[in-house]
C-alpha cells in the first residue's frame, strides 16, 4: 500500500486525483491525455509535445425542461491550475474551469483504458467515462493510429425518466494565425477542424476530427457564435444550459467559426445506461522536423551499407503512409473501432490477469503510456525514432539514443518487429566504417556525421540487444545480414577503448552520464563483458567464430572480479596517465588544479554506483549466457540496496537536479561513497534519483532471488508518482514521459523469470516468486499468461501462437 493509504494499482481519488493524465494515441502518432477528472489536455497532436496545450474542448450533460441544470462532464478543477500556470496571472480566460461540474471524480485504469467515474448529488445522471487508443502487441501498424476514443456511460440514478442533451464542444486549436482556418462537417456525425498550410509554412497544416456516435440523432454546428471578448463561450453555454441544440453547417460569409458542437439527445429511463463515443482523429502530415548531421562523404557510412539520403528532407509520420487525409484516418476508425477495442481488450485482460504485487503492475502499466507520448516517432517508412523525453514544447535530447534505450524492454517484447528497426539504424545507418556509432541517430533516418565520442555503453549494449533481437525473433537471416556491423562495432570498441587487449575499457570512454570515464570501471565493463559473450555466441550459431573475443573476455572477467572488487561491490580505477589518451586539460586554472588533486572531473571512483553491474543486467534479460561470478554480481546489488536505497532525503544534498526526489519523499540514489573518497566534482548525476535506474536495479534483484529488497525499491519509485504531486503516468528524467523508465517492463521478467527463446523454442522460467503465479508473456507471435499452478509450470496462450518444445523449469529456491 503507498504512502497515506492510497493502494498500488488501485483507484485515484481525492488529492491523488490532482496530477493525473492518461495518455491517448498511437504510437509516434501523437497524444491527447484523459486527466483524472475527465477533462483532455496536454494536446499535443502535431508531431511534438505540446504540454500545456489545454485548449478550449469539453463534453456536458444538460436537462431540457429541469431544474437539474447543465453540467461540464468533469470532476472538479485541480486548484494547482489556478495559479502558476501559464497565462494564471489573467484568469485563465477562455476556460471552461468556471462552468457548473459534476462534484466528485474518480479515475482507474487498465491500460490501455482509463476510466474516470463523475457523481453528483445535484445530478439525475451519474457518468463513466472510458478513454482509450488502440495497443495491440504484434499489431505495431493498429497500434500507431493518430485515433482516441472516449466512451460515456450515462446512468439515470432517479426514479423517473429523464430527456438529457449530450454535447461536445472545441474551439478551432489547429488554427494558426496564418489564415484559412476553418470548422467543417466531417464523416459520420462529426465535424473537422481545419488549417491549412501556407506556402512558406507547410508544416502549420493539421486537421483534427471528431465524431459522436449515440444510437440515436445526432446534429452538428459548425457555426458557433463570432464575437470578442468570452461572447462563443458566454453563448454557448447559454444554449447548452437551457438544452437547446440545432444543426448548424459552416459560414460562408465573414470569419470563419471559432469552433464546433455535436450533440446527442438522449431519453433514459429509470435506471437505464446509454453509451455515448466520442471518436477523434487528427492529421499532420507535415513537419518541419530534421536533427542530427548528414553524412558528408562515404566514409560516414558502413561498409556494405545503403549510404543514399532518403527522399524526404524533412520527418513525415507513418499514418502519413496509411492515411492521405484526416478523413480516411476516420473512416478506418469509425470502420474498425470495435475489433481495435475488443483485440485491445484483450490484451488488457491478459496484462491484468496477473498474481504478481500490485506495484510491480502498476510501474510496468504506468510506463507503457510513454509508447502513447511524443517521446516517440515513427517516421513514413515504419522505422521507429525516439527523443529521450520531452521538453514542454520540444523534443528533448534527438536519436533514439542509444545509452538511455538501453534501459527500455517495453518494445522489444510487445512489438519486436519496431525495436528491430532501431538495431538497423544503429548498425547500418548510423555507423561508420570504422565502426564508430553515432549514439544519436538523424531525423530523418539518414547517414549521419561522425564528429563526437561514441557512447561505449550504448554501442556495446547494443551488441547485446542484436542478440536479444535474434532470439525474440527466432529471425536468423536477419542476424546474418547484421553481423558485419557488428563484428565492426565491436572491433571498434575493442581498438578504441582497449587497444591493449587486457579486457578492460581502459582508455576514456562516454556513457550515459554525459561525461567520459576515466580508467576501467564495473559499469562500463561489464557491459564490455556481455558483448563479448553475445558476440562469440552469435559467432558460434554463424560459423564465424571469433578467438580473440573469447580471450579477452575471460582476460575482463577475471581483471573485473579481481581489481574492480573490493570484497562488497565493484568500483571505477581511476586513470588518466600513461593511456593513449592524452591527459586532460580544463578551461580553468582552478579545475587544473583540481585535476592535479584529485584526477578527472566527473568520475565515481570508489562509489557505489547503482549502475555498477548494469550490462550484467542487460545481459541477463537479454537472455545471453553469464559472464559474471554470480556471487559478486548479488554481493554488489545487495551493498547497493543497503547504502543507495533511502526512505527520507531530507538530509541528503544534490546539488544537480533535485525535483525528481527530495525533502522526504525516498528513492534510489544514482551512487553513494559509504567507505569514502568522493571526489568534489564526482559525475554531473551522482546525487540524482532516476526511475529508470530503480526499475533496473529492483528487476536485477528479482532476477538474483532478492525480491522483497527490489520491491521495496518499486514502492519508493511509485510513492513518489501517487498523482498528488506528479502525474502517475509521466516518470520524468530529462524531459518528460522519459524512455529510460520502461526499464519497469523488465520487473516481469524479474519475478517471473519468464524468457522465450525463439531460436530453440524453449520457454525459459526460472522465477523468484515462491509457489503459484500467473504473470504475462509477450513474444514475436503471441502472446499469453506464463505461471506456475498446483507446482507445475504452464503457458496459456491468449493471442497468435508460441510454439514451445520445452519449458526450462527451475522454481524459486
Not at 497500434?143 to 464542444?169: G, I, M, Q, R
Not at 573475443?549 to 561491490?569: P, R, V
Not at 543497503?642 to 544534490?654: F, G, I, P, Q, V
Not at 528487476?699 to 501517487?722: A, F, Q, T, W
Request: proline share 7%.
Amino acid at each position: 500500500m503507498a504512502r497515506d493509504g492510497r493502494p498500488f494499482n488501485g483507484p485515484y481519488e481525492g488529492e491523488y486525483l490532482s496530477r493525473v493524465a492518461f495518455p491517448m494515441g498511437g504510437i509516434g502518432a501523437g497524444m491527447i491525455c484523459l486527466e483524472g477528472t475527465g477533462a483532455l489536455s496536454h494536446v499535443s497532436v502535431r508531431n511534438a509535445p505540446q504540454v500545456f496545450n489545454e485548449p478550449l474542448m469539453f463534453a456536458a450533460i444538460s436537462f431540457p425542461g429541469s431544474d437539474a441544470g447543465a453540467r461540464v462532464l468533469e470532476g472538479p478543477v485541480p486548484m494547482w491550475k489556478a495559479f502558476g500556470q501559464p497565462g494564471s496571472g489573467n484568469g485563465q480566460g477562455g476556460k471552461s474551469w468556471g462552468l457548473p461540474r459534476f462534484a466528485k471524480a474518480r479515475f482507474e485504469t487498465r491500460f490501455p483504458f482509463g476510466t474516470v467515474t463523475l457523481e453528483d448529488p445535484k445530478s439525475p445522471v451519474s457518468a463513466r467515462i472510458t478513454g482509450w487508443s488502440p495497443f495491440i502487441p504484434g499489431n505495431p501498424d493498429d497500434s500507431s493510429l493518430p485515433v482516441a476514443a472516449l466512451e460515456y456511460e450515462l446512468t439515470n440514478n432517479s426514479k423517473k425518466e429523464v430527456d438529457a442533451v449530450f454535447s461536445f464542444h472545441t474551439a478551432n486549436f489547429m488554427a494558426t494565425r496564418s489564415g484559412g482556418d476553418a470548422v467543417r462537417e466531417g464523416p459520420g456525425h462529426g465535424i473537422i477542424l481545419w488549417q491549412p498550410g501556407p506556402e512558406d509554412k507547410p508544416w502549420e497544416q493539421g486537421a483534427f476530427w471528431a465524431a459522436v456516435e449515440s444510437g440515436g440523432d445526432v446534429l452538428t454546428d459548425c457555426a458557433l457564435f463570432r464575437g470578442g471578448w468570452f461572447d462563443t463561450l458566454t453563448m454557448l453555454w447559454n444554449m447548452v444550459s437551457r438544452g437547446e441544440y440545432h444543426y448548424a453547417e459552416p459560414y460562408t460569409d465573414g470569419p470563419p467559426s471559432p469552433g464546433g458542437s455535436i450533440y446527442a439527445p438522449l431519453r433514459l429511463k429509470p435506471g437505464e445506461t446509454r453509451t455515448v463515443r466520442l471518436m477523434m482523429a487528427w492529421h499532420c502530415p507535415v513537419t518541419n522536423q530534421t536533427h542530427g548531421g548528414t553524412a558528408q562523404s562515404p566514409e560516414d557510412c558502413c561498409e556494405g551499407c545503403d549510404c543514399e539520403q532518403p527522399a524526404e528532407q524533412t520527418y513525415a509520420p507513418f499514418y502519413v503512409s496509411l492515411f492521405p487525409a484526416i478523413e480516411d484516418a476516420a473512416r478506418y476508425w469509425m470502420a474498425n473501432y470495435r475489433r481495435l477495442r475488443d483485440e485491445s481488450e484483450k490484451f488488457a485482460n491478459a496484462f491484468y490477469d496477473t498474481t504478481l504485487p500490485p506495484e510491480v503492475v502498476e510501474a510496468v502499466a504506468a510506463n507503457l503510456t510513454i509508447l502513447k507520448s511524443p517521446t516517440v516517432l515513427r517516421q513514413k517508412d515504419g522505422r521507429l525514432w525516439a527523443w529521450e523525453g520531452c521538453h514542454d514544447g520540444s523534443g528533448c535530447c534527438y536519436g533514439s539514443c542509444t545509452h538511455v534505450w538501453n534501459y527500455a524492454q517495453a518494445i522489444c517484447h510487445l512489438f519486436p518487429s519496431l525495436e528491430r528497426t532501431l538495431r538497423e539504424t544503429e548498425f547500418r545507418v548510423s555507423q561508420n566504417r570504422r565502426g564508430h556509432q553515432t549514439f544519436r541517430s538523424a531525423l530523418p533516418i539518414r547517414p549521419t556525421t561522425h564528429e563526437f565520442h561514441a557512447a561505449a555503453d550504448g554501442q556495446l549494449g547494443g551488441i547485446m540487444k542484436v542478440y536479444r533481437e535474434w532470439r525474440i525473433s527466432g529471425d536468423t537471416e536477419w542476424l546474418r545480414k547484421l553481423w558485419p556491423q557488428v563484428r565492426q562495432s565491436l572491433d571498434y570498441c575493442i581498438s578504441t577503448w582497449d587497444p591493449d587487449h587486457t579486457g578492460l575499457l581502459m582508455e576514456p570512454h562516454h556513457n550515459t552520464y554525459d561525461i567520459e570515464f576515466w580508467g576501467p570501471d564495473g559499469m562500463c565493463t561489464s557491459f564490455y563483458l556481455g558483448a563479448l559473450k553475445a558476440a562469440s555466441e552469435m559467432g558460434r550459431a554463424l560459423g564465424d567464430e571469433q578467438p580473440l573475443y573469447e580471450e579477452l573476455l575471460q582476460k575482463g572477467k577475471k581483471a573485473m572480479e579481481s581489481d574492480l572488487f573490493d570484497g562488497e561491490y565493484f568500483f571505477q580505477k581511476v586513470m588518466w596517465e600513461g593511456l593513449h589518451a592524452s591527459p586532460p586539460r580544463y578551461d580553468t586554472p582552478e579545475a587544473n588544479r583540481l585535476l592535479e588533486r584529485e584526477g578527472p572531473k566527473y568520475q565515481y571512483g570508489a562509489g557505489c554506483l547503482s549502475d555498477g553491474v548494469l550490462g550484467a543486467w542487460i545481459g541477463k534479460v537479454c537472455g545471453v549466457p553469464d559472464f559474471l561470478d554470480r556471487a559478486k554480481v548479488d554481493s554488489h546489488l545487495k551493498a547497493v540496496h543497503k547504502y543507495n536505497l533511502r526512505k527520507d532525503l531530507s538530509d541528503h544534498a544534490n546539488t544537480q537536479r533535485p525535483t525528481y526526489a527530495f525533502g522526504t519523499e525516498g528513492g534510489l540514489l544514482l551512487c553513494s561513497w559509504p567507505k569514502g573518497g568522493q571526489l568534489s566534482l564526482p559525475f554531473v548525476y551522482a546525487n540524482e534519483v532516476w526511475t529508470g535506474i530503480e526499475y533496473q536495479v529492483a528487476s536485477h534483484l528479482m532476477l538474483e532471488g532478492m525480491v522483497e529488497e527490489g520491491l521495496e525499491i518499486v514502492r519508493e519509485c511509485r510513492k513518489r508518482y501517487d498523482g498528488r504531486f506528479r502525474n502517475p503516468f509521466n516518470e520524468y528524467e530529462c524531459g518528460h514521459w522519459y524512455a529510460r523508465a520502461m526499464a519497469s517492463y523488465g520487473l516481469l521478467q524479474g519475478l517471473s523469470g519468464a524468457r522465450y527463446d525463439a531460436v530453440e523454442q524453449v520457454l525459459y522460467l526460472h522465477p523468484s516468486v515462491r509457489g503459484d503465479f500467473r504473470s504475462f508473456l509477450a513474444t514475436a507471435r503471441g502472446y499469453g499468461i506464463v505461471g506456475v499452478k498446483d507446482g507445475k509450470p504452464f503457458l496459456e496462450v491468449r493471442s497468435g501462437e508460441i510454439p514451445v518444445k520445452r519449458i526450462d523449469y527451475r522454481p524459486a529456491k
